[in-house]
């Protein structure tokens, strides 16, 4: 009932920047709570960034001040801008979307920080 995409994953060196998007699609008529979560190889999934309706964000406190994350209601899309990118922050970055309590989510897009 509920698809979710994320896109804009790839290789980029240290000090680069990368925009992820993320799409919804499906029974979807009104969003909530959404936000990003990346997984390391070797590591646990973690919470990124997130975004309320009203456009509330948080972070990360190793992600403050080089990332930054959006939504558009209309389009059901969210987005992650990140620069200053570090080696750390290679990861699989996954998208979530939240509809009625229920939290769905993307196959996730890699993110290759390196030189």
């Known amino acids: 009932q509920v698809q979710v995409v994320e896109s804009g994953g790839g290789l980029v060196q240290p000090g680069g920047s990368l925009r992820l998007s993320c799409t919804a699609s499906g029974s979807i008529f009104s969003l909530e709570p959404m936000g990003w979560y990346r997984q390391a190889p070797g590591k646990e999934r973690e919470f990124v960034a997130g975004i309320t309706n009203g456009g509330r964000a948080n972070y990360l406190d190793s992600v403050k001040g080089r990332f930054t994350i959006s939504r558009d209601n209309d389009k059901k899309t969210l987005a992650l801008q990140m620069n200053s990118l570090k080696p750390e922050d290679t990861a699989v970055y996954y998208c979530?979307?939240?509809?009625?309590?229920?939290?769905?989510w993307g196959k996730g897009t890699l993110v290759t920080v390196s030189s």
């Open positions: 979530r979307i939240t509809v009625s309590a229920i939290g769905y």
